[in-house]
């Protein structure tokens, strides 16, 4: 599976952005998908995950209310529309997908990230 993510870029804080992944190749399999992102000098972390069956979603404490992951599944192509901006937001955000059912870190697939920059 091949994932490519999109829509990072640079907005003023209190904006928003849409970040778009699309799954190419063995995508008849089901997969959990799911963001991750990287801020300069930190680890990578959990930002959200949606189901395969049932599109539940998980997110992470302190992006719940502004942050929503959704996806077209006929497309092969996960979403994650970013509200209500912080700096603490900045980050490299990766895609990633994981042979259902996954969880938050059992994720097989990776895609290159997208810049996100939040600026004050």
């Known amino acids: 599976v091949q994932l490519q993510a999109s829509g990072g870029g640079l907005v003023q804080a209190g904006g928003s952005l849409r970040l778009s992944c699309a799954a190419s190749?063995?995508?008849?399999?089901?997969?959990?998908m799911g963001w991750f992102r990287q801020a300069p000098g930190k680890e990578r972390e959990f930002v959200a995950r949606?189901?395969?069956?049932?599109?539940?979603?998980d997110y992470e404490d302190s992006v719940k209310g502004r942050f929503t992951i959704s996806r077209d599944n006929a497309k092969n192509t996960v979403y994650l529309q970013m509200n209500s901006l912080k700096p603490e937001d900045t980050a490299v955000y990766y895609c990633?997908?994981?042979?259902?059912?996954?969880?938050?870190?059992?994720?097989?697939?990776w895609g290159k990230g997208t810049q996100v920059t939040v600026s004050s």
């Open positions: 990633a997908a994981g042979i259902y059912p996954s969880g938050r870190y059992g994720m097989d697939y």
């Open positions: 190749g063995r995508t008849s399999s089901n997969y959990d």
């Open positions: 949606i189901g395969w069956n049932d599109g539940s979603t």
